[in-house]
């Protein structure tokens, strides 16, 4: 390899199906801190982001897009907040909107927040309206028919600020409103695959290229008279043209990427990561294969995006933020993983690369191999058979390779909060109890398994190694997306400050400090 990866550990998301089948899958037991419910001590942005998490395990959209809402609630709710901060400048009006000081009150900035991320809310998940936005508006004492565009109130503020955010993240080519292609979301830059779809395990004669992505046709488990067949299309295809929060451009990480990877076919790189995903999966512990599953989708199907938030939650109520502690942190939260969503996949889209699940079938079909079989640990087989460790309603995420999306989205994720926070610590476990896994149900783990991260560094590293254990991932992606998306995060970071110091770019500060 030509390069070397900086700063890589390599200590320690089946991502669900983004169709029916996400109604298929069940609840482990989750920890306390990341349940995803809120509490009558939760501030008002708390609140609002916990019913953003809804919107997205109702929504079953891709995690980019997932990403991309996150951080367009989040902004809408900054903005409208910054106008009642002292220094906080908005990313559409600047300080234009800025209220003179008697008027910066917990109340004007608790209404001017709940329109804000309401108007954000209906807008990306118009499903859950009336029975999750509409509901938590009136709870708050607020009208969501005050449309009022006056920027004298707390609801006018809102308002505003939220319909230029919407009005620009509108026209920046992930094709929300299906204006570009027919489709919500759907691609409008002419992807074709180079491979045929396959059923699993795949057919090594469909196989036509193993530098690429190979599409998959396998039944979702969702209920009805007959099997529920579904073929794959590439997930977030367009996502190398939408416009990011703080990155140059899309592909402003591609080269670096490109140092490492993918590995090409012929080459020994590309047949040992191979071999050494058959050995992992021929080794699988209780707890390794608790770690693919938990890190799968994230609680309740929020995807890695959402389980980032839910982890910005428990840090909320662990160090007692205020609405103005929450409004800074999530925006910059939401918008680094919304860029790293975006290097991600113009990463996905530029190469193109083969999954485990094509890669290792077209590699040793005819030859024994030893590795996990569903139910019967580790078995010698044909390697034509090889299956990664996943539901088979959900074999293999539909979009490439390198990188992975959960190491990029979780080092992002993990460098905000260390930032913000001014330190790596976290603290939070999850335990499963015996015989709990949805991919094994009733045999894994045979004992209780408890995962718990001191750090959240190392709840991003076993985030992106969970997708090697499940099959999922080569090495190489793993490794640099989570270097990718510390690069991210510093860039995104970086410029989130210059918003909350109401400074120019040209003024930001590097480093850690948030004040």
């Known amino acids: 390899m030509a390069a070397s990866i900086p700063m890589l550990s390599t200590s320690t998301s089946k991502l669900p199906s983004y169709f029916r089948c996400l109604l298929t899958l069940g609840v482990l037991i989750w920890p306390l801190g990341v349940m995803g419910q809120t509490r009558a001590s939760d501030n008002v942005v708390v609140r609002w982001n916990a019913a953003a998490l809804q919107g997205v395990r109702d929504s079953r959209l891709g995690p980019p897009m997932v990403a991309r809402a996150l951080a367009i609630v989040h902004t809408c709710i900054f903005d409208a907040w910054a106008a009642y901060d002292k220094r906080a400048v908005g990313t559409q009006f600047g300080d234009e909107l800025r209220r003179p000081r008697r008027e910066r009150t917990l109340a004007n900035k608790n209404e001017a927040i709940s329109f804000a991320a309401y108007r954000a809310l209906v807008d990306l998940f118009a499903l859950d309206k009336a029975s999750v936005f509409d509901p938590l508006m009136a709870s708050l004492g607020y009208d969501p028919n005050n449309l009022t565009i006056n920027t004298d109130t707390p609801a006018g503020i809102g308002n505003v600020a939220c319909a230029a955010v919407l009005a620009f993240r509108h026209a920046d080519g992930s094709n929300q409103l299906g204006d570009l292609h027919p489709g919500a979301y759907s691609d409008w830059t002419g992807y074709v695959s180079v491979n045929p779809a396959s059923t699993v395990p795949v057919n090594p004669a469909l196989v036509l290229d193993p530098n690429h992505w190979q599409r998959l046709t396998y039944d979702d488990g969702a209920a009805a008279p007959t099997p529920h067949v579904i073929t794959q299309s590439f997930v977030g295809a367009q996502w190398y043209r939408v416009v990011p929060f703080a990155m140059t451009s899309p592909d402003q990480f591609r080269p670096f990427v490109a140092q490492f990877g993918p590995a090409l076919y012929g080459s020994e790189t590309y047949l040992q990561q191979a071999k050494d995903l058959i050995t992992l999966s021929a080794n699988l512990t209780d707890e390794q294969k608790m770690i693919a599953e938990y890190w799968a989708n994230g609680p309740r199907t929020e995807l890695p995006p959402g389980h980032w938030d839910l982890f910005g939650e428990f840090v909320s109520r662990r160090d007692h933020h205020t609405v103005d502690d929450d409004a800074k942190m999530f925006f910059a939260l939401t918008n680094a993983i919304f860029d790293a969503g975006i290097a991600a996949w113009d990463a996905k889209r530029g190469f193109d690369s083969v999954r485990p699940i094509a890669s290792i079938p077209y590699l040793f079909h005819g030859q024994q191999i030893k590795s996990w079989r569903p139910f019967q640990g580790t078995q010698t087989f044909d390697g034509s058979l090889w299956i990664p460790y996943q539901m088979s309603t959900f074999p293999t995420p539909p979009f490439p390779e390198y990188i992975s999306g959960h190491s990029t989205f979780s080092a992002a994720g993990a460098q905000v909060l260390r930032f913000f926070t001014r330190s790596d610590k976290f603290g939070d476990s999850v335990t499963f109890a015996p015989g709990s896994s949805n991919t094994e149900p009733g045999l894994t783990p045979k004992q209780e398994v408890t995962l718990s991260w001191g750090t959240?560094?190392?709840?991003?590293?076993?985030?992106?190694?969970?997708?090697?254990?499940?099959?999922?991932?080569?090495?190489?992606?793993?490794?640099?997306?989570?270097?990718?998306?510390?690069?991210?995060?510093?860039?995104?970071?970086?410029?989130?400050?210059?918003?909350?110091?109401?400074?120019?770019?040209?003024?930001?500060?590097?480093?850690?400090?948030q004040e």
């Open 456 to 513: 959240f560094t190392e709840a991003a590293n076993q985030a992106g190694i969970s997708r090697r254990y499940g099959g999922i991932h080569f090495e190489l992606a793993d490794l640099v997306g989570r270097a990718t998306g510390r690069l991210v995060a510093d860039q995104a970071w970086k410029k989130a400050l210059g918003f909350i110091r109401g400074k120019s770019e040209g003024d930001e500060e590097s480093g850690e400090d």
